[in-house]
């Protein structure tokens, strides 16, 4: 069974702040898909990134970074100089190879609120 | 097009109204799927289509009711609800077979929010 874990369930940091959001997953397949969402008030799921589990290349996308560590199953998330914008619900997430038969399994989340 | 269309937006039903959700996606995707969203929870998986097919009913009563017509539209058909059926419905839809330039990734809707009065 798959299952993905995010421990924080609610982050509170000031403007320009960094902060590491946390996700833990686990998986009996040696191929699978790690993702991460960006839920703002409005309901939407915006995809920030997804990551395949041959490539454990970190990657930087301007104030956003994500480590990937295939030894301990973890793929955090740091936002760098955070913004009042950056306040949303963010979720890790986790898919199997691609088979037609393969949804999205979600963590529960962690809201951050960025303060001004 | 890379977007996936989801109608209405907002939803106000009785508990006796029949009505249904619409998803529509013209990426060519294969797989279909409708999530339901509770407040301040994860998204929670419903069905999934997989080649207009169900493949997957996570036990979700008979009062929601899928149906997929096409490769590019998925309904979703509501009857009798209950209030505690109010939430936020989210369709996506991916890729079933990757490679060939092909990249994997889900595609969401921005979401039904359905109010069961």
């Known amino acids: 069974a798959q299952k993905v874990t995010q421990a924080q369930t609610e982050i509170s940091v000031v403007e320009k702040e960094d902060v590491t959001l946390d996700c833990v997953y686990e998986?009996?397949?040696?191929?699978?898909?790690l993702f991460w969402y960006k839920q703002p008030p409005s309901g939407e799921l915006v995809f920030l990134i997804r990551r395949n589990s041959f490539d454990e290349q970190n990657e930087i996308s301007g104030r956003y970074s994500w480590n990937f560590q295939k030894s301990t199953s973890s793929f955090n998330f740091t936002i760098t100089a955070s913004q009042v914008v950056d306040s949303a619900v963010y979720f890790c997430?986790?898919?199997?190879?691609?088979?037609?038969?393969?949804?999205?399994?979600f963590g529960k989340g962690t809201r951050l609120s960025v303060i001004a | 097009d890379t977007e996936v269309t989801q109608t209405p937006k907002h939803l106000v039903m009785g508990m006796t109204n029949k009505k249904s959700l619409k998803c529509e996606q013209h990426?060519?995707?294969?797989?279909m799927y409708w999530y339901k969203q509770k407040a301040k929870k994860p998204p929670e998986l419903m069905f999934v289509?997989?080649?207009?097919?169900?493949?997957i009913n996570e036990s979700v009563p008979s009062r929601f009711s899928p149906e997929c017509p096409n490769s590019s539209l998925l309904n979703l058909h509501l009857h009798a609800l209950q209030p505690e059926d109010s939430a936020l419905y989210l369709c996506?839809?991916?890729?079933?077979?990757?490679?060939?330039?092909?990249?994997?990734?889900?595609?969401f809707g921005s979401g039904t929010r359905l109010t069961v009065v």
């Open positions: 997430a986790l898919s199997r190879h691609p088979t037609g038969n393969t949804p999205l399994v």
């Open positions: 998986t009996r397949d040696t191929t699978y898909y």
């Open positions: 990426m060519g995707h294969r797989a």
């Open positions: 289509y997989s080649y207009e097919k169900l493949s």
């Open positions: 996506a839809s991916s890729q079933v077979m990757i490679g060939q330039g092909k990249i994997y990734g889900y595609t």
